[in-house]
């Protein structure tokens, strides 16, 4: 019974109180807030408005990581710089996988390229340069050259 009495005499009423200030506070802000003189720690006449300016970043330092190696020179000739140009990409046929076939231990798939169907197995040519890498339940790899793509069912 004790509880109850410290509970509706004691705490309620300061729940009350403090929720109330915050309230208060709240609802008579003033948006104009500015600290005392004694306590900005800045004279008044000091305090003003930053002014714009404009403002240079310099890089001209050294890199604080690579001390010890020299500095390489900004400057370029586009006529020392090597062009690299792109390989030639290699058409690939139209692959389409429909299925694989598993044989007892030989496994093969079913494909149609350029709209012809072939059964084949591993390492068996699909074109003249194309060939069967890996032949997995739902994808097949194929390699050409060094090139080498995936197609899926």
């Given at each position: 019974?004790?509880?109850?009495?410290?509970?509706?005499?004691?705490?309620?009423?300061?729940?009350?109180?403090?929720?109330?200030?915050?309230?208060?506070?709240?609802?008579?802000?003033?948006?104009?807030?500015?600290?005392?003189?004694?306590?900005?720690?800045?004279?008044?006449?000091?305090?003003?408005?930053?002014?714009?300016?404009?403002?240079?970043?310099?890089?001209?330092?050294?890199?604080?990581?690579?001390?010890?190696?020299?500095?390489?020179d900004e400057t370029f000739n586009s006529?020392?710089?090597?062009?690299?140009?792109?390989?030639?990409?290699?058409?690939?046929?139209?692959?389409?996988?429909?299925?694989?076939?598993?044989?007892?231990?030989?496994?093969?798939?079913?494909?149609?390229?350029?709209?012809?169907?072939?059964?084949?197995?591993?390492?068996?040519?699909?074109?003249?340069?194309?060939?069967?890498?890996?032949?997995?339940?739902?994808?097949?790899?194929?390699?050409?050259?060094?090139?080498?793509?995936?197609?899926?069912?």
């Open positions: 019974m004790k509880n109850k009495k410290f509970t509706y005499f004691v705490l309620l009423p300061a729940v009350i109180t403090i929720w109330g200030l915050i309230v208060y506070r709240i609802v008579t802000k003033n948006d104009s807030f500015s600290l005392p003189e004694k306590y900005s720690g800045i004279p008044k006449k000091e305090r003003s408005v930053v002014e714009n300016k404009d403002y240079q970043l310099l890089n001209n330092y050294k890199d604080p990581f690579y001390q010890h190696l020299p500095q390489a006529d020392e710089q090597e062009i690299n140009k792109p390989k030639k990409e290699r058409k690939w046929p139209v692959i389409r996988l429909n299925g694989y076939i598993l044989n007892g231990n030989k496994i093969k798939c079913h494909l149609t390229i350029n709209g012809e169907d072939k059964i084949l197995q591993v390492q068996e040519n699909v074109l003249e340069d194309y060939i069967v890498s890996v032949i997995t339940p739902d994808s097949i790899k194929i390699s050409s050259q060094g090139d080498s793509r995936w197609f899926k069912r």
